[in-house]
């Protein structure tokens, strides 16, 4: 490191510190380096502290790390301080951080392989870099290639694209991306086909030349160099092909883990097609030459399918099958050579074993015996001067020598499809220049390296040598141009190593000369070279080996191993071999061994000759080929190839390219730091660097330094002239004058300092920044201060107002409290006094009445227990008595009974014994006598008795019947008394019965009591849930109310939401098909205007266009016309002109027609689409009824009695459903769609709900009936049976009161509960009809809406609110619609029959009522009869119309359109007046019914706007001018056309100057069509206009000064193509914008048109400021953002002052303004990527991403954005639905409509000025 910036070393400065993994590790200084001091305190960026030591001889201190903000700039030749670390650093962050792959490096293009495939080389990519500066956009291969084809155009030089690079790095693939932007930039893609064809040539190169190696899998074996050739227009008219070096040994031998050329590996994996069983191959492990490097797979590639891609580019290039195949049967041959197995037979020859399967196969391949092959595979012939011997081989130099002649079929295999290649991609026309675009190998270094090696480093030294070379001269140059002093810079030189190369006894001289020795071997030239090349410094033996030599190159020392080195570049082939496969039967291997001017196409056609000088790098075969001494080497061509490969590249500009491998892993984005600087090394980068850096590497113009550095300028240092500024400042500023220098247009500053200003900067905003902050904070604690000062003074009066109204609230509250507690005590005294007394005369009275009762109570008792005792005694006596009298008789007869058994017992003793009838009969006379006494004394007595009984008989018979009476009596008495005694025990009986039962209801009473109170309390309680219940239905009837509405809210925002969904799809298939028939008007128009100019250039003099344009048998359509008009003129022209391409003419005719049969069906599907739009109004108002009808029953069904609603709810949901599914396709919500999903989901969610309610309601209603039906039957069974049985037995009794008293209080609270239950059960029946009410008429009212949602759904945004009105309006007026329609119908006959007087008028004045009613037009109607009418004469009054002779008609034409001068007419004129005067020109024809003249006028007029448009389109004011024209007369055509949509707004006077005889109806749609070709060629013209201010005006001009400073700037700033002069504003594009709108209001367009064009507009500045923007890295920054947002405000306040602010050009500029938010918004933590994620919804992931990258810090106080937050934002972002583009498309043209606007000028004022020299018009 240069000594001259110790003073930067001081502590916190940073620096580059060598380091064995990372090659530079960062490290910070932690103390000030002092002169002298022998070592550094330094500390890593992990926080370790390190000394590093100085070398002490040179003391070199390390590098110096660029300020941050320089870190990922677009030019490493921005960075202050340029040496390796800084620019490897920057490399990896760009790559890593940033996913740039594209850096800038002075003149070279660095690209880093990302592995990975990037959206950036879309054609939209392609379009934002064509015209653009190289500098003021993001480094990419477009931009080089952009730089080259403008350096080309305007330079008229010649221009060349070198793309070099290790394997693997990118070449091909940059290459290809070249040659892809010059065919769309050139546009000629959709003709030549040149770039498909160069594209398709990549799968057969790739297939022949490339290879898997260790590096690549799919590296490039060879070099090619393509020229595009461009015609003086500069667009591609060919391509060339040139190839070098092809690796040949590949072929025959491959390294492990490598793979020999595709297209053998393509072969074999195809081999079991049916076409290639013929070549007999199998699979690659059986052959030699591809089982060799043991990997025949490559991952992720399939062979067969490669193949079926290289075949049909062999197709696309015009090889033929028949050519293809012969193809595959050469390289089954080469395969099949390679399994020939040659065998020792002694060891001075070798042999062929007989029958060899694949000689066999070889030869039956190419056509040739097999006798001559095998003879000659192991022989050679040898001629000397005087005989020819034939020489055997050693096995070795046999399998050589078969080795070499595959290698050299090969190779002629490999010329032969270049060369034809090239053929299929022959200009046919001059060249005028070219661009060629060189892929070659870059420096290669392996362990071992052969000859191939040192070929592609020996040409890597001559391209390096061209480099270094151009890059001297363009500094060189820089200087001079600036005027700085020109000191020589010191760079490497690399033109020794070409010496030792190739000068005069080199090492390719001494190779050939050891070629041409009869014995020369490796070894002996190995020692050539020792002992000649020992004196070169470049050259070195080395140590441990006498076979091999060491070269220092630019990049590397190499060492190279001399084995092979003669015999590849002798590449001798046996010529007996050569004759035998000439002599083949094989017609393509023949040719192959032609020479190439006499080889034949494959395609039968005769190469083209173009202007083109071809370059040859192919031997001269002048000279017989067999002449070995006159047979040029490998070295000695591949030398002269080169040679002229660089003169060719020294004859044109060049432009690098340098691709980086950035690991051997091909990992997508991942950087190896010492991988990286191997190659930077190698690729002359860092040579490039240092070139730059010796001098004064940082150039600044002085406005860029102004504004960068105007902090460190005092106010009086700012002069007018900044470059004076710029000189004082910078004097003051930097002492030393040698550190910068000034030029002409720029400063020059040496290396690191523009890093010091930085510092100077970065220390004036700091010491800004800290002035600020402590004004700031001085200013926040002062108010903060003041403000808790006040808050406290505020405290303090609070409170001690707050303590005094305490103290006398206090006050009063103790003094109302003592007059309170005197007041009560009073009242608790006197309250306690009443109590006592009402307590004790309560005491008495009820003391009194408690002894009453009990005195009361005491007596009845008394009273009834004596009536209780009386009976009981008697009971008891009676009951003792007969008691008694029972024992008495029963011992009486207990007695006698005894006494009668003892005298029985005697007697029957006596009886038995003598004395006992001795006794008997001794005491028998005594007894008689005594018996006879007593006889006699009885007789006596009798007789004594006997009287007595007479006596006493009468008295016996008279008391005997007064004693039988009293015994009737008395047993009528005892009878009763019987019968009262048993009814007494009866009654006894039955007493005890009733007591039981007594006892018993009363039981039961208690029971039915307690039964009572808890039926009741249940009753009550049920009472209450019923109320609770009914309360809860209230509620739920208020929440089901609420709910309904805001369902019905939701399902109105939900299918508003869905309307709105439908309405955005239906409004975008609409644009998509209008944008569609719009295009294909477009590429009409370019056709038409392509087939004119081709007309034009083949006609000749003399030639005149028939009249069959104006022919009246042609079609009514104006296009037809032109059609026919072409196809006439192209027949008269190839009549004319035979060198005219017929093809290409009768191609365009085809597509001519076809466009138009599209145009037709397009117009004819969108008109069926209108009608299927209106048809879908109808159908859908049905439909949404159901819908409506669906979801109101939902509702319904949330109560008892709505089954069969429920019903007919199913039956319309199934109805809805079915016409869903039918009618998807006229139907805009077609099932699928996410209305249709959340309509769906919503209706069944809500069934479910529904049954579920139901189901609740139900089990309600049941158990409400079962609890009364329980009830009643209780009632009855307990109360109307049970009790009803003992009524009359109880009411016998006397205390059967009390029973009839409790069965008649239950049966009246039964009574009661009944009636409460009833009277619920009416109330409810009362609150459920209700409801009921209620839901019908919400049922009718959402119906209502939802026809009106119905009728909404399929309507645009525009219509929804006159729909809306429109079914308010039909609603509020229903009664009047009948009368509104008869008067319409009333109306429409008035007009018909004013119509038909109106005509019929016409007709009798002019020829009288006979001829016209045989003269009747048919566009008049005569079905009805007309009866004579008598007409008023009016006055002379004008009708509106313009007369005109036919003659007339080109004059007309011409001086109203062709001749007419927009600024005039738009100026002093009424706007539109073109258009009325054609309009009434027509109107005259019309009126006389002439259909010729009406056709020929609308022709004539359509061509003449076509012809002014095409030859002033450019000009805005002519295009907007005959766009209002049009726009009229289409308007116009349709207000006086007689349909009724359009006569709505017309006065009485215009509908009478309708158009009577003719529809013109599809002149209509022509029109229409014109206009909107007329409106893109406007939108066309003004992009072309506003297209260069926008990107400074929006985004490079400082619109607010002194926000942002421009960052320093690389080589490419300055190397710009086109030079930066008068720099746009934001003003300018003001001014232009108010200059269009004011041109358009001026020509009368409508306002709606003005709308859109201005929507237009704004959608283009918003895009290309968008594009650009993210293109562009040193335009992301915070600073930025705010003056896009500033710039955007002012487009709003346009906007605004024009009154179009409701245009929809706001919204398009939303993805800017999201944008520039993006800039300024946090960008740290998860809640700032939340708040990006929700904040862009207008951009893609990819465009938030590609910001976030490219945000770049102006200023060391910005941050920068982390990868882990990029990474979040990528996170978030997976789920987002969006394009992956990363660009808006900037050629969208916004679908166009034109809005029927109707004029309210009369057609009979209009006035014609004599200006427009119309005086042949006369009015009518």
């Known amino acids: 490191m240069n000594r001259e910036l110790e003073y930067m070393f001081v502590d916190c400065a940073r620096v580059w510190i060598p380091d064995v993994e990372e090659v530079w590790k960062s490290a910070e200084l932690t103390k000030d380096y002092k002169n002298g001091d022998l070592s550094l305190q330094l500390m890593l960026e992990d926080g370790t502290n390190l000394e590093h030591k100085l070398d002490p001889k040179t003391k070199n201190l390390p590098y110096l790390r660029n300020p941050d903000i320089l870190v990922g700039e677009n030019d490493l030749t921005a960075l202050s301080y340029l040496h390796e670390p800084a620019v490897l650093h920057n490399l990896k962050v760009r790559f890593i951080d940033s996913k740039l792959i594209y850096t800038y490096c002075g003149i070279v293009l660095v690209a880093i392989n990302p592995y990975e495939t990037l959206p950036i080389y879309g054609t939209d990519i392609i379009n934002a870099y064509s015209g653009q500066n190289m500098g003021d956009m993001d480094p990419h291969i477009f931009a080089v290639a952009e730089e080259a084809y403008k350096q080309m155009a305007r330079d008229e030089r010649n221009q060349s694209i070198i793309v070099s690079g290790e394997s693997g790095a990118g070449k091909t693939v940059s290459a290809k991306y070249a040659m892809r932007y010059f065919a769309t930039v050139s546009g000629s893609a959709s003709e030549a086909n040149v770039e498909e064809k160069v594209l398709a040539s990549n799968p057969i190169m790739e297939a022949i030349g490339n290879a898997k190696t260790t590096r690549n899998d799919n590296s490039s074996r060879f070099g090619k160099y393509i020229e595009i050739g461009f015609d003086n227009r500069y667009r591609i008219i060919g391509a060339n092909m040139r190839t070098y070096l092809l690796e040949k040994s590949r072929v025959v031998f491959q390294a492990d883990e490598e793979r020999n050329y595709h297209i053998f590996y393509q072969l074999c994996a195809s081999s079991h097609l049916p076409e290639f069983k013929n070549l007999k191959l199998s699979k690659a492990n059986d052959f030699l030459y591809t089982r060799q490097g043991r990997s025949p797979i490559i991952d992720g590639v399939d062979d067969t399918k490669e193949l079926c891609t290289t075949r049909n580019a062999f197709s696309l290039l015009g090889i033929n099958e028949s050519y293809q195949m012969g193809l595959f049967q050469v390289l089954a041959a080469i395969l099949h050579l390679g399994?020939?197995?040659?065998?020792?037979?002694?060891?001075?020859?070798?042999?062929?074993?007989?029958?060899?399967?694949?000689?066999?196969?070889?030869?039956?391949?190419?056509?040739?015996?097999?006798?001559?092959?095998?003879?000659?595979?192991?022989?050679?012939?040898?001629?000397?001067?005087?005989?020819?011997?034939?020489?055997?081989?050693?096995?070795?130099?046999?399998?050589?020598?078969?080795?070499?002649?595959?290698?050299?079929?090969?190779?002629?295999?490999?010329?032969?499809?270049?060369?034809?290649?090239?053929?299929?991609?022959?200009?046919d026309i001059k060249q005028h220049s070219f661009i060629g675009v060189l892929d070659i190998y870059g420096f290669e270094t392996f362990e071992i390296n052969s000859?191939?090696?040192?070929?592609?480093?020996?040409?890597?030294?001559?391209?390096?040598?061209?480099?270094?070379?151009?890059?001297?001269?363009?500094?060189?140059?820089?200087?001079?141009?600036?005027?700085?002093?020109?000191?020589?810079?010191?760079?490497?030189?690399?033109?020794?190593?070409?010496?030792?190369?190739?000068?005069?006894?080199?090492?390719?001289?001494?190779?050939?000369?050891?070629?041409?020795?009869?014995?020369?071997?490796?070894?002996?030239?190995?020692?050539?070279?020792?002992?000649?090349?020992?004196?070169?410094?470049?050259?070195?033996?080395?140590?441990?080996?006498?076979?091999?030599?060491?070269?220092?190159h630019f990049a590397d020392k190499v060492e190279y191993q001399c084995e092979g080195f003669l015999e590849k570049n002798k590449d001798t082939v046996n010529e007996e071999q050569i004759k035998v496969l000439k002599a083949s039967k094989f017609d393509l291997l023949v040719e192959l061994f032609k020479d190439e001017g006499k080889a034949t196409s494959p395609t039968g056609q005769a190469p083209g000759t173009g202007g083109r000088t071809r370059l040859s790098v192919k031997p001269d075969k002048s000279r017989d080929s067999s002449s070995k001494e006159h047979k040029k080497t490998v070295g000695c061509q591949f030398r002269n190839s080169l040679q002229m490969l660089m003169e060719t590249l020294n004859a044109t500009t060049p432009h690098y390219v340098r691709c980086i491998k950035p690991n051997d892993f091909k990992q997508a984005f991942s950087f190896d730091p010492m991988r990286a600087v191997q190659q930077l090394r190698a690729c002359g980068v860092l040579e490039t660097i240092r070139i730059s850096a010796a001098g004064f590497p940082s150039r600044w113009t002085y406005q860029e330094f102004f504004s960068r550095y105007r902090v460190l300028m005092k106010q009086k240092d700012v002069l007018s002239d900044k470059k004076l500024t710029c000189r004082n400042v910078l004097e003051k500023l930097v002492q030393d004058q040698d550190k910068y220098q000034f030029g002409q247009t720029k400063i020059f500053f040496r290396a690191g300092q523009v890093a010091y200003l930085e510092k100077l900067r970065a220390d004036k905003l700091r010491a800004a920044c800290i002035r600020i902050q402590k004004t700031i904070r001085c200013w926040l604690a002062r108010k903060k201060y003041m403000r808790m000062r006040d808050a406290a003074i505020t405290i303090q009066r609070f409170t001690r107002g707050y303590q005094a109204r305490c103290l006398a609230k206090f006050i009063r509250r103790t003094l109302a409290a003592i007059v309170i507690q005197k007041y009560q005590k009073m009242y608790v005294a006197r309250k306690r006094y009443r109590q006592k007394q009402t307590a004790a005369l309560a005491i008495q009275t009820i003391l009194?009445?408690?002894?009453?009762?009990?005195?009361?109570?005491?007596?009845?008792?008394?009273?009834?227990?004596?009536?209780?005792?009386?009976?009981?005694?008697?009971?008891?006596?009676?009951?003792?008595?007969?008691?008694?009298?029972?024992?008495?008789?029963?011992?009486?007869?207990?007695?006698?009974?005894?006494?009668?058994?003892?005298?029985?017992?005697?007697?029957?003793?006596?009886?038995?014994?003598?004395?006992?009838?001795?006794?008997?009969?001794?005491?028998?006379?005594?007894?008689?006598?005594?018996?006879?006494?007593?006889?006699?004394?009885?007789?006596?007595?009798?007789?004594?008795?006997?009287?007595?009984?007479?006596?006493?008989?009468?008295?016996?018979?008279?008391?005997?019947?007064?004693?039988?009476g009293e015994l009737g009596r008395l047993r009528g008495v005892e009878e009763d008394a019987r019968s009262k005694g048993n009814q007494v025990s009866c009654l006894l009986e039955e007493l005890e019965k009733l007591r039981k039962e007594l006892s018993t209801t009363q039981q039961e009473k208690k029971i039915i009591e307690d039964w009572v109170q808890t039926y009741k309390s249940e009753m009550e309680k049920m009472v209450s849930e019923?109320?609770?219940?009914?309360?809860?239905?209230?509620?739920?009837?208020?929440?089901?109310?609420?709910?309904?509405?805001?369902?019905?809210?939701?399902?109105?925002?939900?299918?508003?939401?869905?309307?709105?969904?439908?309405?955005?799809?239906?409004?975008?298939?609409?644009?998509?098909?209008?944008?569609?028939?719009?295009?294909?008007?477009?590429?009409?128009?370019?056709?038409?205007?392509?087939?004119?100019?081709?007309?034009?250039?083949?006609?000749?003099?003399?030639?005149?266009?028939?009249?069959?344009?104006?022919?009246?048998?042609?079609?009514?359509?104006?296009?037809?016309?032109?059609?026919?008009?072409?196809?006439?003129?192209?027949?008269?022209?190839?009549?004319?002109?035979?060198?005219?391409?017929?093809?290409?003419?009768?191609?365009?005719?085809?597509?001519?027609?076809?466009?138009?049969?599209?145009?037709?069906?397009?117009?004819?599907?969108?008109?069926?689409?209108?009608?299927?739009?209106?048809?879908?109004?109808?159908?859908?108002?049905?439909?949404?009824?159901?819908?409506?009808?669906?979801?109101?029953?939902?509702?319904?069904?949330?109560?008892?009695?709505?089954?069969?609603?429920?019903?007919?709810?199913k039956h319309d949901l199934a109805e809805m459903r079915k016409s869903l599914l039918g009618g998807t396709a006229a139907s805009?919500?077609?099932?699928?769609?996410?209305?249709?999903?959340?309509?769906?989901?919503?209706?069944?969610?809500?069934?479910?709900?529904?049954?579920?309610?139901?189901?609740?309601?139900?089990?309600?209603?049941?158990?409400?009936?079962?609890?009364?039906?329980?009830?009643?039957?209780?009632?009855?069974?307990?109360?109307?049976?049970?009790?009803?049985?003992?009524?009359?037995?109880?009411?016998?009794?006397?205390?059967?009161?009390?029973?009839?008293?409790?069965?008649?209080?239950?049966?009246?609270?039964?009574?009661?509960?009944?009636?409460?239950?009833?009277?619920?059960?009416?109330?409810?029946?009362?609150?459920?009809?209700?409801?009921?009410?209620?839901?019908?008429?919400?049922?009718?009212?959402?119906?209502?809406?939802?026809?009106?949602?119905?009728?909404?759904?399929?309507?645009?945004?525009?219509?929804?609110?006159?729909?809306?009105?429109?079914?308010?309006?039909?609603r509020l007026t229903h009664e009047n619609l009948d009368l509104m329609e008869q008067l319409e119908k009333q109306d429409r006959t008035i007009r018909k029959l004013k119509k038909q007087l109106k005509v019929y008028s016409k007709r009798i004045g002019e020829m009288g009522a006979g001829q016209a009613e045989g003269q009747t037009s048919p566009g008049q109607m005569v079905d009805e009869p007309i009866h004579p009418v008598n007409i008023p004469r009016r006055e002379k009054d004008f009708q509106g119309m313009l007369e005109y002779k036919k003659e007339d008609e080109l004059k007309l034409v011409k001086n109203l359109i062709l001749e007419l001068k927009p600024r005039g007419v738009a100026v002093n004129l009424i706007p539109g007046l073109p258009a009325y005067i054609l309009f009434m020109c027509l109107r005259h024809a019309d009126y006389v019914n002439d259909d010729q003249k009406v056709r020929t006028l609308l022709t004539s007029t359509i061509n003449s706007i076509k012809k002014i448009l095409k030859k002033r389109g450019d000009d805005f004011e002519t295009v907007s001018f005959w766009l209002a024209n049009t726009c009229r007369f289409l308007h116009c055509l349709k207000q006086y056309s007689g349909d009724e949509v359009f006569m709505k707004q017309n006065t009485s006077r215009q509908n009478e100057h309708c158009l009577s005889n003719f529809d013109l109806t599809e002149y209509r749609s022509v029109i229409s069509d014109l206009a909107i070709q007329i409106y893109q060629q406007l939108i066309k013209c003004m992009e072309n206009i506003l297209y260069p201010m926008i990107v400074s005006g929006m985004l490079e001009h400082e619109t607010i000064q002194g926000v942002s400073g421009a960052k320093p700037t690389g080589l490419r700033k300055r190397t710009s193509s086109i030079a930066d002069e008068g720099m746009n504003t934001l003003d300018s594009i003001l001014r232009q914008l108010n200059a269009f709108h004011s041109t358009m209001c001026q020509h009368g367009t409508d306002p709606e048109l003005i709308k859109q064009v201005v929507k237009q507009q704004f959608y283009f500045i918003g895009a290309v400021t968008l594009n650009n923007l993210l293109l562009r890295k040193d335009m992301c920054s915070?600073?930025?953002?705010?003056?896009?947002?500033?710039?955007?405000?002012?487009?709003?306040?346009?906007?605004?002052?024009?009154?179009?602010?409701?245009?929809?050009?706001?919204?398009?500029?939303?993805?800017?303004?999201?944008?520039?938010?993006?800039?300024?918004?946090?960008?740290?933590?998860?809640?700032?990527?939340?708040?990006?994620?929700?904040?862009?919804?207008?951009?893609?992931?990819?465009?938030?991403?590609?910001?976030?990258?490219?945000?770049?810090?102006?200023?060391?106080?910005?941050?920068?954005?982390?990868?882990?937050?990029?990474?979040?934002?990528?996170?978030?972002?997976?789920?987002?639905?969006?394009?992956?583009?990363?660009?808006?498309?900037?050629?969208?043209?916004?679908?166009?409509?034109?809005?029927?606007?109707?004029?309210?000028?009369?057609?009979?004022?209009?006035?014609?000025?004599?200006?427009?020299?119309?005086?042949?018009?006369?009015?009518?």
């Open 451 to 552: 000859f191939e090696q040192f070929c592609i480093n020996y040409a890597n030294e001559k391209l390096q040598q061209q480099f270094n070379m151009h890059v001297f001269k363009l500094e060189q140059e820089e200087y001079m141009k600036e005027q700085i002093p020109w000191t020589l810079i010191d760079f490497y030189d690399n033109q020794p190593c070409i010496n030792l190369i190739e000068a005069k006894m080199g090492i390719l001289d001494l190779l050939d000369e050891e070629c041409r020795m009869p014995k020369g071997s490796d070894d002996s030239w190995a020692q050539k070279l020792y002992t000649h090349l020992k004196t070169c410094s470049l050259f070195e033996k080395p140590r441990m080996s006498n076979r091999a030599f060491i070269i220092q």
């Open 1678 to 1820: 915070w600073s930025k953002g705010m003056q896009i947002r500033y710039n955007v405000s002012q487009l709003e306040e346009w906007l605004r002052d024009k009154g179009l602010m409701n245009c929809g050009a706001k919204e398009t500029l939303e993805p800017l303004i999201q944008a520039a938010q993006l800039l300024q918004v946090k960008k740290k933590t998860d809640e700032d990527a939340e708040a990006i994620c929700s904040m862009c919804l207008a951009l893609t992931t990819a465009q938030i991403v590609k910001v976030l990258n490219l945000y770049t810090p102006v200023n060391e106080f910005e941050e920068r954005v982390s990868v882990s937050f990029i990474r979040t934002i990528q996170t978030r972002l997976r789920d987002r639905y969006g394009s992956p583009q990363l660009l808006m498309d900037t050629k969208i043209i916004y679908p166009i409509t034109f809005p029927f606007n109707p004029s309210s000028l009369a057609l009979e004022t209009v006035q014609i000025p004599s200006s427009l020299n119309l005086a042949f018009l006369t009015r009518v």
């Open 848 to 964: 009194r009445a408690y002894m009453a009762r009990q005195k009361y109570q005491a007596l009845l008792r008394e009273h009834k227990a004596v009536i209780i005792q009386k009976h009981a005694r008697g009971w008891l006596a009676r009951r003792w008595y007969k008691r008694c009298l029972s024992s008495i008789v029963y011992l009486q007869c207990c007695f006698r009974r005894m006494r009668a058994r003892r005298e029985l017992k005697k007697l029957k003793i006596e009886a038995r014994s003598v004395e006992h009838f001795k006794k008997l009969n001794k005491g028998m006379e005594n007894k008689i006598m005594q018996l006879q006494r007593k006889i006699d004394e009885q007789t006596k007595e009798n007789k004594c008795v006997n009287e007595k009984l007479v006596g006493l008989e009468n008295t016996y018979t008279t008391e005997s019947e007064r004693l039988r």
């Open 1026 to 1209: 019923l109320k609770d219940q009914n309360g809860l239905l209230k509620k739920e009837k208020d929440d089901l109310n609420r709910l309904i509405q805001e369902q019905s809210q939701q399902m109105t925002e939900k299918m508003a939401r869905a309307i709105a969904a439908e309405t955005q799809q239906l409004e975008t298939d609409l644009n998509e098909e209008r944008s569609r028939y719009q295009n294909l008007l477009t590429e009409h128009l370019r056709l038409e205007e392509k087939y004119d100019d081709l007309k034009e250039h083949i006609s000749k003099p003399g030639h005149r266009r028939t009249d069959s344009t104006h022919s009246s048998n042609e079609s009514e359509y104006t296009y037809n016309s032109e059609f026919a008009e072409s196809e006439e003129g192209s027949r008269a022209a190839e009549d004319l002109t035979r060198g005219m391409d017929t093809s290409l003419t009768l191609k365009l005719q085809k597509r001519l027609t076809e466009l138009e049969q599209e145009k037709q069906s397009l117009r004819n599907e969108l008109e069926n689409k209108e009608e299927q739009f209106q048809r879908a109004r109808a159908r859908d108002e049905s439909e949404f009824k159901k819908v409506r009808g669906a979801e109101l029953e939902y509702e319904s069904l949330k109560r008892q009695e709505l089954e069969s609603e429920n019903k007919k709810l």
């Open 339 to 427: 399994n020939v197995e040659i065998r020792d037979r002694d060891s001075d020859s070798s042999m062929i074993p007989p029958n060899n399967d694949h000689l066999t196969k070889f030869c039956e391949l190419v056509g040739i015996t097999y006798e001559d092959m095998a003879q000659w595979l192991c022989h050679r012939k040898l001629k000397t001067a005087s005989e020819t011997y034939i020489k055997t081989l050693p096995r070795l130099q046999a399998t050589n020598a078969r080795d070499a002649l595959s290698k050299h079929i090969y190779a002629k295999l490999f010329n032969w499809i270049v060369e034809h290649v090239n053929k299929a991609l022959v200009a």
């Open 1228 to 1370: 805009a919500g077609a099932p699928g769609s996410p209305a249709y999903k959340v309509l769906l989901d919503q209706l069944n969610s809500s069934c479910e709900e529904l049954e579920v309610r139901k189901e609740e309601v139900l089990i309600l209603r049941s158990q409400l009936v079962s609890q009364k039906e329980a009830m009643q039957h209780k009632d009855e069974k307990e109360t109307m049976t049970e009790v009803a049985v003992h009524v009359e037995d109880i009411s016998k009794l006397k205390d059967a009161d009390e029973l009839k008293q409790a069965y008649l209080g239950l049966k009246d609270t039964n009574r009661l509960l009944e009636h409460q239950l009833q009277t619920q059960r009416r109330n409810y029946d009362s609150e459920v009809e209700s409801l009921r009410g209620e839901l019908q008429n919400v049922k009718e009212e959402n119906n209502r809406q939802q026809q009106l949602l119905a009728q909404n759904l399929q309507l645009p945004p525009e219509a929804r609110i006159e729909a809306s009105l429109q079914h308010e309006i039909t």
